[in-house]
């Protein structure tokens, strides 16, 4: 089993719209978690990292965790063209660092 | 700020060379890693550094693959002799502290012909 577990898309939305990125992760020792966004031929840029159960904002984007059923999900309000990249989620357990696969996302005009 | 440096950003060498990529983190970061990244997959990690220390190494093919932070800030790693399949982004990242966020650097695509 994965340790972060991602569905690859590709994931369309259009634009304006909210899209959902979804992340599982196997260990529930697992402590903490960050979305990375990574436009084609880029190296990983940091959107958002959380600790604690719930909720997290930062301006358009959205963490959530939920440690009982291991998922960390990234909201992306009113999505923009710009946004079209892969999306990373990353689990730290014991400063051990688990990357998934990336979901594809791609925002429409 | 100076976000993580990398150099080359490009390299294309024949099997069996030596090459070699340089890394600069930010500054103040005593974490730095080093992580190997194939198309359409996550990063995966080679080495973590804490201070001059690796603390973790158990991904590197030690037989062809090293790496240095000397003086614990730059760190070099080397890949001689390089194959084929070591084709790859090569990722570098630091960090404040252990388990924080991680930045990455540009990276260093290479192509082994």
């Known amino acids: 089993q994965k340790e972060v577990e991602q569905n690859s898309g590709p994931l369309s939305v259009p634009e304006g719209a909210i899209a959902s990125l979804n992340c599982t992760y196997s260990d529930r020792g697992s402590q903490s978690f960050f979305w990375y966004r990574q436009y084609s031929g880029k190296s990983p840029e940091l959107i958002m990292f959380i600790y604690s159960n719930g909720d997290k904002e930062d301006g358009r984007f959205t963490a959530q965790l939920n440690k009982a059923s291991q998922y960390v999900s990234l909201l992306i309000r009113d999505s923009q063209p710009s946004d079209s990249a892969t999306y990373l989620c990353a689990v730290n357990r014991g400063n051990q660092f688990y990357f998934g696969t990336g979901t594809s996302l791609t925002v429409i005009p | 700020e100076a976000g993580v440096v990398q150099s080359p950003r490009y390299k294309i060498i024949e099997k069996k060379q030596p090459v070699a990529f340089w890394c600069n983190p930010i500054?103040?970061?005593?974490?730095l890693y080093w992580y190997l990244q194939n198309l359409g997959q996550g990063p995966e990690l080679l080495i973590r550094y804490e201070n001059e220390e690796a603390v973790d190494d158990s991904q590197l093919p030690k037989d062809r693959f090293s790496a240095e932070r000397l003086k614990g800030v730059d760190s070099t790693l080397k890949i001689q002799p390089a194959e084929l399949g070591d084709s790859a982004v090569y990722l570098c990242?630091?960090?404040?502290?252990?388990?924080?966020?991680?930045?990455f650097g540009p990276g260093t695509r290479l192509t082994v012909t």
């Open positions: 990242a630091s960090s404040l502290t252990r388990g924080g966020e991680q930045y």
């Open positions: 500054s103040g970061h005593n974490t």
